[in-house]
């Protein structure tokens, strides 16, 4: 047992460190703030950078919302801690300050202030709340307890050390493994609700090879990149636009190798930025998928074009477009790169945002739709347009590490104006806010966005049922990897084309029926002599249907032979 003004010293002396640390951080907010914006310091692909640190809300209880200040101050030092010495990211110390909050809640309930007062009662209860509350995540929650559970241990902050155990059963379907005889059936594909149904996958190429203007073919060309490389849809967006990269074969003595046209034969692959620990990777394409993905990069290098001009434009001079900043401009001039329909709509925009009028020309009036009433011609000064986009939109930083700019707007390969995905609203696209694609702008694409409408609503197509087609951005990844465990391709190379760091990974996203995963080892053991099985793996060798290295040196033995 701990000595309790002992662990009211440790906690003093944890808050101080970590805010002598924090004081080094690229950051605005003060210490003592109720929320945080990371985005300077802790870098996340979202829109949301902020770290709350208020009261957790359970349903069927109401407090004010402010977290006791000793309590508060133990939780920003465990954020700044876990960042300082583990390197975690935003989402995970976003969890761990929410169990923080958790436990504050059981804490106020008894009058208490501390985590000196920590017990592992407490972090029971707040299990107990969370189940009464219906919550869903109960494995991850007790899970992100622990972590807070330990580190009071290791500091020694609670007089009893609390040695908190994580009980709860992870109810995820990945989890429950069943091993092939317990499966129903043979043709029953496993987890096939991770999979695009076949014609989902048929209307989608409906869709890529006949967008309807440039603006879809953009987003397009952005999900064929998805389904090619079979990445996170995150790591897709964030493709940089020197992405190709070619490097010609050679042989073990250093000699390029040519094919039977005296061609060097090439490895193809595309550069890209991995969404966990944000390295700069290349992912090599598969030879069917080279000329798929080629259209796309190509195609997206010429669509973008206007697009990453204004961007660099912002980027080298700091300014939205060309105008002097008391320069005067009409609402005529505006509609070019504001994009409203008319200046009547154009003029309500700028009054709700509260940019004053210059001037109005009262000899000079436009039409209000079809309406037969007319409006008159309003002058703006320039600089007032331009300050109200460049506080609206955020920064073009895209990808920073340790505060060095790695990518801007103007670097990716997949860029558009603002609003130009609105295709119900085609007028509304703000053309001097060049911006990146989203993930919600792919899966509202594919009818995963309940909001808008998805390339395949927009052309009446429709799943075999009748029913609307939904593809997540996510399920091309799970396609990909079917694909390569399929083709017979080992479970090392599979994570190393995914660009995963864990191979045990790859079970999850391999959805195949028990008559897929056991042929190829029937074929193998059903032979009637040592002959057969030779002749089976040659076959499987020269048509590669069998992957691996002495799969690769044959068929480079042959091409360096000019065989091909």
């Excluded at 208490?112 to 209860?125: C, N, R, Y």
């Excluded at 987003?219 to 190709?244: F, H, K, S």
């Excluded at 973008?304 to 001009?309: D, H, I, L, P, S």
């Excluded at 790695?406 to 060049?434: C, M």
């Amino acid at each position: 047992m701990n000595n309790i003004n002992v662990c009211y010293e440790n906690l003093v002396n944890f808050v101080e460190k970590e805010k002598v640390f924090f004081n080094s951080l690229p950051i605005s907010d003060s210490w003592d703030a109720i929320q945080w914006n990371t985005k300077e310091w802790l870098f996340h692909r979202g829109s949301d950078h902020h770290i709350n640190f208020n009261l957790y809300k359970f349903k069927t209880r109401v407090f004010d919302s402010q977290m006791p200040k000793e309590f508060g101050d133990f939780t920003k030092a465990l954020a700044i801690y876990l960042y300082r010495s583990k390197k975690v990211g935003f989402m995970a110390i976003r969890n761990y300050v929410i169990a923080c909050r958790q436990l504050s809640v059981v804490l106020k309930n008894r009058n208490e202030v501390s985590p000196v007062q920590l017990t592992k009662w407490h972090f029971d209860q707040v299990i107990d709340d969370l189940k009464e509350n219906k919550f869903k995540k109960i494995y991850e929650a007790a899970a992100n307890l622990k972590v807070v559970a330990d580190l009071l241990d290791k500091l020694y902050i609670t007089p009893l050390a609390i040695n908190y155990i994580n009980c709860e059963k992870n109810n995820h379907y990945y989890h429950d493994y069943k091993c092939l005889s317990e499966l129903n059936s043979e043709d029953d594909r496993i987890g096939k609700e991770k999979l695009p149904s076949y014609e989902a996958m048929v209307a989608y190429a409906i869709c890529t090879n006949k967008p309807i203007n440039n603006d879809e073919k953009i987003l397009l060309r952005t999900i064929d990149l998805l389904i090619a490389m079979g990445q996170r849809a995150n790591e897709v967006t964030y493709i940089p636009y020197d992405c190709w990269v070619e490097i010609e074969k050679k042989d073990e003595n250093g000699k390029i190798i040519l094919d039977t046209k005296k061609k060097p034969i090439k490895d193809v692959g595309i550069r890209y930025y991995a969404e966990k620990k944000f390295e700069s990777r290349v992912h090599w394409l598969a030879e069917q998928d080279v000329q798929f993905a080629y259209r796309a990069v190509n195609d997206l290098k010429v669509l973008t074009e206007e697009v990453r001009k204004v961007a660099k434009f912002q980027e080298q001079y700091n300014r939205m477009w060309k105008y002097d900043k008391d320069e005067i401009i009409s609402d005529v001039r505006l509609l070019q790169y504001l994009g409203f329909q008319n200046t009547y709509n154009l003029s309500l925009y700028l009054k709700r945002n509260n940019i004053p009028i210059h001037s109005i020309d009262k000899k000079i009036k436009h039409p209000i739709n079809n309406s037969g009433k007319r409006i008159c011609q309003h002058y703006y000064l320039a600089g007032d347009i331009e300050n109200l986009f460049f506080k609206k939109y955020e920064s073009n930083i895209i990808l920073k590490d340790n505060n060095k700019v790695i990518l801007r707007v103007g670097d990716l390969l997949s860029i558009k104006f603002e609003g130009a995905f609105r295709f119900k609203r085609k007028a509304n696209t703000f053309r001097v806010v060049p911006c990146k694609l989203t993930l919600e702008d792919i899966n509202a694409a594919l009818g995963s966005g309940s909001k808008t409408e998805s390339i395949f609503e927009r052309r009446g197509l429709k799943e075999a049922d009748g029913s609307k087609i939904k593809i997540t951005s996510h399920q091309p990844r799970h396609w990909r990897n079917t694909l390569y465990e399929l083709a017979g391709m080992s479970n090392i190379n599979q994570a190393l084309a995914l660009g995963r760091q864990l191979i045990d990974q790859n079970t999850v996203y391999k959805h195949l029926t028990v008559k897929e995963t056991t042929q190829v080892h029937k074929d193998f053991i059903t032979f009637n002599s040592v002959a057969e099985k030779i002749n089976f793996l040659r076959t499987g060798i020269r048509d590669k249907t069998i992957i691996g290295d002495l799969t690769d040196t044959y068929h480079k033995l042959k091409q360096s032979q000019g065989l091909v």
